[in-house]
C-alpha cells in the first residue's frame, strides 16, 4: 500500500508492506508478456533493522497506528511533504482511545528504557547526583515533558528524528569505511616494523601481488545503464536480452508489489556486477570493501533516477531514465580499487588519535592495575586476619575443653574409685 511505503521508505528504510502478495511468475511462461503477474503466495515481510537506538520503538509505533482505521485511511491519502511537515500528525487527536491507550504504553516503555540506558551509563562512568530527567532531553524523537502519553508532538518529532537520522546514515557509512581502511593500512604498518628487511620485502610483495590478483576482474557495467540491467535480465531472471523491457523489469524486481524500486530492492540488481570484483572464497577480497561498493552503485542509481528525492523509485522515474543518454552509453564505472581512500595526511591524522587513545587505554589500564594490586593486598590482608582469627578460636576450644577435663593418674586412669 502506497502510504505505508511512503512512510516506511522515507523515514526509516523498511521494508513498506508488512502483509503483501508477492509477485511471481511461472517459469515456463514468457514473462516479457505478462501484464499483471498472479499473487501465489503471500507472506510476513519483516523489516530489518533501520540501526536507529530507537528502531523497535519505532517500529511498534507504525504496527500501533496501522490498527486505526482513520488514522490509516489518511495515510493513504497522505503525500510526503504532508508526512515530512508534520501536519500529518494532527490526524493522531482523532485516532480511537484503544489506540492512543497503546501508544502511550509504547512510550512509557520507551522512556523506561531511555532512563535506564542513562543510568547504566552514569553509574558506570560513577556519577551521582545527575537529573535523570533533563538527560532525556537528548533523544529528540520523543517529548520527554510529557513521559506518561504519547501526543501529536511525539509522532512529528518520531518521523522527523528518524528523517533527518536516515538522510545522515550513508554519510555515517562512508565515514566508517573510511576509517575501516585507515585502519587496516595503519595496521599493515605497525606490522612490518616489526619485521626483519627480508620478512618485510617479502610481505610488500606478496601485498602488491595481491592488489594486482584483485583488480584483475572482468569489466563493470555502469550501475542502471542498460548493459547493466540486461546482464540482470538474462543471468539472474533467465531472459532472453533481446526481449528486454524495461517495464516489465521494474515488475518483475519490485519484490514486494508495493510499485516502488525501494533501496534493498536496488542494491540487490547490483550482486552480479559485485560478483565480478569480489569472491568470500579470495584472500585479495575483502567483503567489507563489496558492501562499500554496493551502497555507491545505490547512491548512483539514486541520484540519477530518483528525481523527487523520496527514496524510492516509481515506474515513471525508471523508465524516464531509461531514455537517457546515458542509460544507452554510460561511461565507464570506476571500482573501489581505482579510487583512492584517504591520504597521507588523513592518515597521519588518523594514527594520532589512535595514538591519543591507545595512550588513554594504558593509562586506564594501569590504574585498573593498581586497583586490582590493591584489592588483591587487601585481600590477603584479610585473609590473614581470617586465619589469625581462626587460629585464636581453636586455641580458646583447646584451652577450654582442657579445663572441663578432670585431672587425670599418669596412664589416663583417674585417681577416684568407684564405690564397691
Not at 499483471?36 to 511498534?60: C, F, H, M, R, W
Request: glycine residues 2%; charged residues 40%.
Amino acid at each position: 500500500m502506497k502510504w505505508r511505503t511512503i512512510l516506511l521508505q522515507y523515514c526509516f528504510l523498511l521494508v513498506t508492506c508488512i502483509l503483501t502478495a508477492l509477485e511471481a511468475v511461472p517459469i515456463d511462461i514468457d514473462k516479457t508478456k505478462v501484464e499483471n503477474a498472479q499473487a501465489v503466495d503471500s507472506a510476513k515481510i519483516e523489516p530489518p533493522d533501520t540501526g536507529l537506538y530507537y528502531d523497535e520503538y519505532l517500529k511498534q509505533v507504525i504496527d500501533v497506528l496501522e490498527t486505526d482505521n482513520h488514522f490509516r485511511e489518511k495515510l493513504q491519502k497522505a503525500d510526503i511533504e504532508e508526512i515530512k511537515s508534520g501536519r500529518l500528525s494532527k490526524e493522531l487527536d482523532l485516532v480511537s482511545h484503544h489506540v492512543r491507550t497503546k501508544l502511550d504504553e509504547l512510550k512509557r516503555q520507551e522512556v523506561a528504557r531511555l532512563r535506564m540506558l542513562i543510568k547504566a551509563k552514569l553509574d558506570s562512568l560513577q556519577d551521582t547526583g545527575i537529573d535523570h530527567h533533563a538527560l532525556l532531553k537528548q533523544f529528540d524523537h520523543l517529548n520527554h515533558l510529557n513521559p506518561e502519553k504519547f501526543e501529536s508532538t511525539d509522532l512529528d518529532m518520531l518521523i522527523k528524528a528518524a528523517t533527518s537520522d536516515l538522510e545522515h546514515y550513508d554519510k555515517a557509512r562512508h565515514e566508517e569505511f573510511k576509517k575501516y581502511e585507515m585502519m587496516k593500512e595503519h595496521e599493515r604498518r605497525e606490522y612490518l616494523k616489526t619485521l626483519n628487511e627480508e620478512k618485510r620485502k617479502e610481505e610488500e610483495s606478496k601485498f602488491e601481488e595481491m592488489k594486482r590478483k584483485h583488480e584483475n576482474h572482468p569489466k563493470v557495467n555502469h550501475p542502471g545503464s542498460k548493459d547493466q540491467l540486461k546482464e540482470v535480465w538474462e543471468e539472474a531472471d533467465g531472459l532472453d536480452p533481446n526481449d528486454f523491457d524495461p517495464k516489465t523489469f521494474f515488475k518483475l524486481h519490485d519484490v514486494n508489489s508495493d510499485g516502488f524500486l525501494d533501496e534493498q530492492e536496488l542494491e540487490a540488481l547490483f550482486t552480479k556486477e559485485l560478483e565480478k570484483v569480489y569472491d568470500p572464497k579470495n584472500e585479495e577480497d575483502d567483503m567489507v570493501e563489496m558492501e562499500e561498493e554496493r551502497l555507491r552503485m545505490r547512491e548512483h542509481v539514486m541520484n540519477e533516477v530518483d528525481t523527487n528525492k523520496d527514496r524510492l523509485v516509481t515506474l515513471e522515474e525508471f523508465l524516464k531514465a531509461t531514455e537517457k543518454k546515458e542509460f544507452l552509453e554510460p561511461d565507464s564505472w570506476e571500482t573501489l580499487d581505482q579510487q583512492q581512500f584517504f591520504t597521507e595526511e588523513e592518515l597521519k591524522e588518523y594514527e594520532n588519535i589512535i595514538s591519543i587513545q591507545e595512550t588513554e587505554l594504558k593509562k586506564k589500564a594501569d590504574e585498573l592495575q593498581k586497583q586490582k594490586e590493591e584489592l588483591q593486598r587487601q585481600h590477603d590482608q584479610l585473609e590473614a586476619q581470617k586465619l589469625e582469627y581462626h587460629q585464636v578460636l581453636q586455641q580458646m576450644e583447646q584451652k577450654k575443653l582442657q579445663q572441663e577435663i578432670s585431672p587425670s593418674v599418669p596412664g589416663g586412669e583417674s585417681k577416684i574409685q568407684p564405690r564397691m
